[in-house]
């Protein structure tokens, strides 16, 4: 099986994601900017929380969210959470990279099977690359905290 | 008063529903039960007989497609939201041929959830 790249209009699939779940379920929107190359070597998740979806079927890599406490802290606050435990922000960190994935098959259709979120807290060697391609940053604000999409995928060509 | 069984792996998801229906929102609806996978909703619901029933798809042990077809035999009179990530139109069709009533993609706001229960109710 041959795999290609992730093409500009696959990156803009989660972007698109990632305005949506923010404008529809805190109804504020987030500024999202343009996705950049992880370098080579460079980490992939490198804040608080990060919550990882493994992505198979005609597809191999995975996407992953990677927030800060403070975002999480709030977004669970506009969801009307009273309580903000560490198990709380795990949850919601992947439930996040869950949605993201999902709304992708509108793109991609069923044939992107996405796994149940890993969530874990700062950086983790645990993450091991399963896609060759290189991977990319989606960068956005909301309510003045930045964060990040991760997406590392090979598309089956 | 409908009772409610709520399916999500999720904690903050099964809390935010429980909250949505808790705050009169929809209206002739209580929780019954909550679960956090296919097998544990099956187990609850031989116990509780919920009328109606929100389910995710993507969850560990079994997920709920199988989920929906197993209720689908057991309790054929309950009706069944599914409230998921997966945007795909084959995924919506295929729960609802497996027995589903509905669908409401993750993220929804509170109106969006509330207006799909009533309908599910009706």
Known sequence: MSYRSLRPADIEVFSEAISHFFATATSDPAQVRSAYVIERGDPILWNDYNGVINVDGGFAGCVAFSAPRSLLSHVLLRMGEQDFTDEKHRDIVGEIANILSGRARRHFGEGLSISTPAAFCGRDNAVTPRARSTPYAIPFRWHGYDADLVVHLDVLA | ?122
């Open chain 2, 1 to 122: 008063m409908n009772r409610l069984l709520i399916v999500d792996d999720s904690l903050v998801m099964r809390s935010r529903i429980a909250r949505l229906c808790a705050s009169g929102a929809v209206g002739g609806i209580e929780i019954a039960g909550q679960a956090a996978n296919g097998l544990e909703a099956i187990e609850v619901a031989r116990r509780i007989t919920p009328d109606c029933v929100t389910m995710d798809l993507t969850m560990p042990e079994m997920d709920g497609e199988a989920c929906i077809a197993e209720l689908a035999g057991l309790l054929p009179e309950a009706r069944i939201l599914v409230v998921s990530a997966l945007s795909d139109k084959a995924t919506a069709l295929r729960a609802i041929k497996k027995g589903a009533h509905g669908f409401v993609h993750k993220p929804f706001s509170d109106a969006q959830l509330a207006a799909a229960l009533k309908e599910l109710m009706q």
